[in-house]
């Protein structure tokens, strides 16, 4: 493709920050809009005091989430929560996942529910909405703990959402606990599911922690694959993932598939991930929508500026700075995190006069200037190997294109050794675990904490996995019917496999459009069979 009409086709790549595209513009669908509804009761119908055996806490993605006008879940004391059953919301992509374990209500009504949390879901800030996502997610668990304290969480996240998951999943696991827990007691959560982490780990395994980190979480006895396969590259947005989720080890399955650069960013792109950081700081949806203007470029501006002055304030608190092996580009990659915080020595650059002349001692490290470009060179070769490739492999069309984006695989990607989809096989793991809640089933009274396994590569692991793994992998799977997506219409393609006591859940791969459909009211299906509405 001739590169201008690249460009034109990505005016926010070429004019702003192009690799936004491996991972923070695809945080969510960039180019999903939903659509809210122009009349809904908006009087609360749902309290905490409701209690159920299990109740699944859903974030969806990038302008998925429950608007204002709504019903809203309620306390014990009737003030509004930032959550939304599913009766009164409904996720398009979510909801084959989520509301697949509604089933278990046909025996015993009530015994399940699914809510959606309701955050900001956009890109004017990807920090600001992941923060308060995580924050909406804990005090809703919170006062339904308060309430119903035999209750059992799962947690669901796709996209923008598996990073709120994530993080969520991560407090939850390592609380202490000495004086009780300020979220909900790690035992009670019995599963978490994400799609599409951007703080994936590097070559990180589907189910973290697990005993059979390829192959099920623990005390799912289908297995995911025939393989140990995972995919390559690590989540877009560094520095707040990790595969350590404490004592929820082995409850997690993180699903991420080769080519989505949300979760599976190759390594050695540091020039992208430069512009990473600095776009998950600037207003993403205005540069979307109205390209670079004078309103937003004053946003642009003082991030830039900022980090710039950030940089310059960390090399000049370092006297041997010009001797050390630290580049600028190291710098930039520092101080341009979200996260960064400058300390008091690196705080603010010094106030110094200007001189007329320069000191025999400060114009010795100017010497070093040969050997310091040097390595900047090196730095940025050795650290960039991958950057031309990505950028010219059309980043957004590979993750985001419709019809073939890698980012919505996981309704669809039954190849490989994979008898389900990964939407599948979640749908079957929650059904059973809301099975088990439904029938009192004790919860375990230990956690395997197993290290978490990597791979040197895709396919390949570099830890020995147990018996257990192999034994798995052979069991039989839940006959399902997964369609193939189209950008017009499905075509349905039937596997069928053995049935085995793990329940069957059919979850329809949503049709992947522009435009997804608006929430809906209606009551939580009663059936394991989940299909969203298809959009013209």
Partial sequence: MELRGFFARHRIVAAVAAPLALGVAAAGTAWLAFESPTSIETELTASTTECHDMVTVSIAGRNDTPPDTVPRLVDANGNPLPAALSDDYSSHWVDPVANAPASVNNLKPGSYANLYIAYPANMDSYENAVSTGVENTQQVMREIRVSCPNTRFSVVGYSEGADVARRVAMNIGHQDGADGYDIVDPANVVGVVIFADAGRSLE?????????????????????????????????????????????????????????????????????????????????????????????????????????????????????????????????????????????????????????????????????????????????????????????????????????????????????????????????????????????????????????????????????TTGGAKAAAVSAVPSTTVPVPSSTAPLPSVVETPATSVPAATVTEPVTTPEAPAPTSGAVPTSVSVTPTPVA
């Fill in 204 to 464: 990180q395994g589907p189910f973290p922690g697990a005993q059979n980190p390829y192959t099920n979480p623990d005390g799912f006895g289908t297995a995911y694959q025939t393989g140990e396969n995972t995919a390559g590259g690590a989540g877009a947005v560094t520095g707040t993932g990790g595969s350590d989720f404490g004592a929820l080890a082995g409850k997690v399955a993180a699903f991420c598939s080769d080519g989505d650069l949300t979760c599976a960013a190759p390594e050695n792109i540091s020039l992208l991930q430069l512009a990473v950081n600095v776009g998950r700081q600037l207003n993403i949806d205005s540069l979307e929508k109205d390209g670079l203007t004078p309103e937003n470029g004053i946003g642009v501006a003082t991030v830039i500026g900022r980090v710039a002055y950030d940089a310059f304030a960390v090399i000049s608190s370092q006297p041997n700075w010009m001797q050390s092996d630290q580049t600028f580009l190291d710098v930039l990659l520092q101080v341009s995190d979200p996260a960064y915080k400058p300390s008091e020595s690196d705080g603010a650059l010094p106030a110094t006069p200007v001189a007329d002349t320069i000191e025999a001692e400060k114009l010795s490290p100017l010497a070093l200037l040969p050997e310091k470009l040097f390595k900047e060179v090196v730095n940025l070769i050795a650290t960039n190997q991958n950057t031309i490739p990505v950028v010219m492999s059309d980043p957004y069309q590979l993750t985001l294109g419709e019809g073939t984006g890698r980012h919505f695989d996981y309704w669809r990607d039954t190849a490989d050794g994979k008898p389900l989809s990964s939407a599948e096989y979640a749908a079957a793991w929650l059904t059973q675990l809301a099975e088990d809640a439904r029938n009192g089933k004790p919860l375990p009274t230990t956690t395997t904490t197993a290290s978490p396994t990597t791979t040197t590569k895709a396919g390949t692991t570099s830890a020995a």
